[in-house]
């Protein structure tokens, strides 16, 4: 198989990942949506790497987990914090910054 | 057993020593919030975070002539580098100032006393009551400031991403820990995060076009990389595409500023000052960065796109905060419109162009710490008044404080003997140098507009009568008196005598590479 | 097409299995009914929502979820570390050293500030 595949999956895994932030409604959903399109990019750094034939990509993959898992930290808790004043984690609901 | 086969890095930690005094200092600071009782916390926290700026500063201007790539070509120390670093820190000192503040709020600081505490709630009420305060804001900020030093100095993707991800973490939680009007906070911390994430994963697929097609993130092997195949690939044209999105956010560039006016009306007031000056400061820098060294030699991909874009920002943020009746929001617009302004200069992708964006930046840069300054003052039992309408009469009550909001506010609509005339002169003047006549006509039609709005503040302050329960500005602490005086100053200074800055600016030089 | 007949038998077997082992239970196995047997979980947190500012929110879950996130992190470095440990200098042995003490950090401070009780 080429890597050619690789990164096509990744680009429409990377879609898939856009269009789930500006579609889905719920907050946990759309961080997910967002994982996934670091993860979709983790794809391509590794394809990349194959087809460059050198190790950066890899170790590029390494550095974005951990800021993913950092990301998921901060994320949670502003998730977190929002959920208890409001009983709700759908980001429709808080409209209370408006023109 | 085998061999070693890899050799250690040379690292010149001298030179490294402002990143190192900043990040170390945050590092200590959570070791102080775990290990230090309740009342020694803040003063410790207010030394390491005024002892690191300060240091890193003294350090950075110590260091002034020693310039070069660091840690294997990963960081780009050279002139314009000193300089963003070195305004960076000034505008993080003035920050700390603001942040350290406790006259103007009743019960404390600007800050939330248990960010998670419900609002509202028994537990939060007690908090307040017993007087607790939040210290852990303190790492963050240093934590946030280390990340722009690195940012704008970054040579190499991977760095770049890093960088901005330590920068942007600590800000989203900061921008939900006002003391009032918490879910206003909270829900601009939300969006901040989620607008925030989404973008930088932008970027970040965009760093990996540009490894695909160069097979390095170094911004050297990419500008080889481009020079030696001129031709338009997809990976080059979607790379450079995604890459410029996710920078342009953190710009709040239009169409991608949706997050600027609601994240600067929920934070608290010491915190959208951080993000008006250093965030946008920080985000320039790097934007002309990786535009000039990785990706000069595109210059005809990203030009046309950095037009349309520098003067649809600079129209739509003029137009739509004529609109706003929020002070915030106002000057979130209008932050939006400057960056339109700041934009031309970086869109000329000559050395006139960068010195004037910095010129630009350095201007605005201090210009909105005052104004935020302000802002924090002018403020009831209930927290900041933001209303437009509330301001009024303020001329009266607190004439001086109206004055400098005054000059502020002329400043950004570029009157002459402010730093906003040289600023705007020297991008126009850049632009014209490259024969770009379209994008200075437009500039000069948004800055007559945005004029309309800055001088309606003017207006309303000094010509209007006072409403009922519109008090004067509190009296600050001497802290917030010193940051909204060094910026006057600044202010007044650059309009006046702008030859020492510009030569400065001019003595640095371009992007090493 | 070969290659992937083991994994078409694996698929069957664990299907067989599961239809097998459900329909079974519904004949043998004993019918009692009591309320903690219609609630929708037999364990954990209550399903219902908690009334707004008296209820109280688990939030040790989460600081556990982000202890686990701590040294997930901590072993995406090491393994590759430990594995390459004898071709590398004495500057990658003191530089993942700093890490680990970054990492200690924030653990550190969870701990002080009583993200460990669980009570």
């Known amino acids: 198989m080429s890597v050619d595949n690789y990164i096509i999956l990744a680009c429409v895994l990377f879609t898939l990942g856009a269009i789930g932030v500006l579609v889905r409604r719920n907050a946990i959903v759309v961080f997910m949506s967002v994982e996934l399109m670091l993860n979709a990019t983790n794809l391509a750094f590794v394809a990349f790497a194959r087809m460059n034939g050198n190790l950066d990509g890899q170790v590029i993959a390494f550095f974005v987990m951990v800021v993913a898992a950092a990301e998921v930290v901060v994320g949670l808790a502003i998730i977190v914090t929002v959920y208890r004043s409001r009983r709700s984690a759908s980001i429709d609901e808080p409209n209370l910054l408006k023109y | 057993m085998n061999p070693e086969v890899m050799t250690a890095p040379s690292i010149d930690y001298i030179a490294l020593l402002p990143y190192i005094i900043v990040g170390a200092a945050g590092v200590i600071g959570v070791i102080v919030e775990a290990f230090v009782g309740r009342n020694g916390r803040r003063p410790i926290q207010l030394v390491l975070a005024f002892g690191s700026l300060i240091g890193a500063f003294g350090v950075l201007v ?167 195949e001129p031709g338009q690939t997809a990976l080059v044209v979607g790379g450079v595409a995604l890459l410029s999105v996710g920078l342009l956010f953190k710009i709040g560039a239009v169409p991608f500023h949706a997050w600027v006016p609601d994240v600067y009306q929920g934070s608290p007031a010491p915190v959208t000052a951080f993000m008006a000056a250093a965030v946008k400061v920080t985000a320039f820098g790097a934007l002309l960065r990786v535009m000039y060294v990785a990706l000069g030699g595109v210059r005809w991909e990203w030009e046309p796109l950095l037009w349309i874009i520098a003067g649809l920002t600079m129209l739509f943020g003029s137009v739509v905060a004529i609109a706003q009746t929020d002070m915030k929001r106002m000057i979130a617009y ?71 909001f005054g000059i502020f506010m002329f400043a950004l609509a570029s009157f002459p003997l402010t730093s906003g005339f040289i600023a705007k002169f020297l991008v126009f003047e850049s632009a014209l140098a490259v024969d770009n006549l379209g994008l200075v006509i437009v500039g000069v039609i948004a800055s007559v507009m945005a004029a309309f709005f800055y001088i309606r503040v003017v207006v309303i302050m000094f010509f209007r009568e006072p409403v009922e329960g519109s008090p004067a500005a509190a009296v600050p602490s001497a802290t917030t008196t010193l940051a909204l005086a060094v910026s006057a100053a600044v202010t007044v200074i650059l309009g006046v005598l702008p030859e020492p800055v510009i030569n400065l600016i001019e003595q640095a030089g371009v992007f090493l590479r | 097409m070969d290659a992937y007949a083991p994994i078409l038998v694996l698929g069957l077997l664990a299907a067989g299995f599961a239809v097998f082992s459900v329909t079974l239970t519904t004949f043998t196995g004993p019918k009692r009914y009591n309320r903690a047997k219609v609630d929708a979980y037999e364990c954990g947190i209550e399903p219902t929502p908690q009334p707004m500012g008296g209820g109280r929110f688990p939030v040790k879950y989460y600081l556990t979820a982000m202890m686990f996130i701590i040294f997930d992190i901590e072993i995406v470095f090491l393994y590759p570390w430990a594995v390459a440990f004898d071709q590398l200098p004495l500057f990658v042995f003191l530089a993942m050293m700093l890490f680990l003490f970054n990492l200690t950090v924030p653990y550190v401070y969870e701990w002080r500030r009583g993200g460990l009780d669980w009570d």
């Open chain 2, 62 to 228: 110590v260091n002034r002539t020693t310039l070069g790539l660091q840690a294997e070509g990963a960081i780009a120390i050279d002139g314009p580098g000193i300089l963003f670093m070195g305004l960076i820190l000034l505008l993080a000192i003035l920050v700390a100032l603001l942040m350290s503040e406790r006259q103007l709020d009743p019960a404390g600081d600007a800050f939330a006393p248990r960010a998670s505490a419900l609002p509202g709630s028994d537990d939060e009420r007690e908090l307040t009551t017993r007087g607790y305060f939040q210290t852990e804001i303190w790492p963050l900020f240093l934590f946030s400031v280390f990340g722009m030093m690195l940012f704008v100095t970054a040579s190499n993707l991977l760095v770049l991403f890093i960088a901005l991800e330590i920068m942007s973490l600590p800000l989203y939680l900061m921008a939900g820990m006002s003391r009032r009007r918490r879910l206003l906070s909270q829900e601009a911390a939300l969006k901040y995060f989620i607008l925030g994430a989404f973008s930088s994963a932008f970027l970040l697929f965009g760093i990996a076009l540009l490894y695909g097609y160069s097979g390095s993130v170094e911004f050297s092997v990419i500008a080889d990389a481009l020079a030696a």
């Open chain 2, 334 to 404: 209008s932050s939006i419109a400057q960056a339109g302004f700041i934009l031309i200069g970086v869109s000329t992708a000559t050395a006139e162009g960068l010195y004037a964006s910095i010129f630009y930046l350095v201007a605005y840069g201090f210009t909105t710490i005052g104004i935020f300054a302000i802002i924090a003052m002018v403020r009831d039992a209930g927290g900041e008044m933001t209303r437009l309408d509330q301001w009024a009469g303020l001329g009266k009550r607190s004439p001086l404080v109206a004055v400098s």
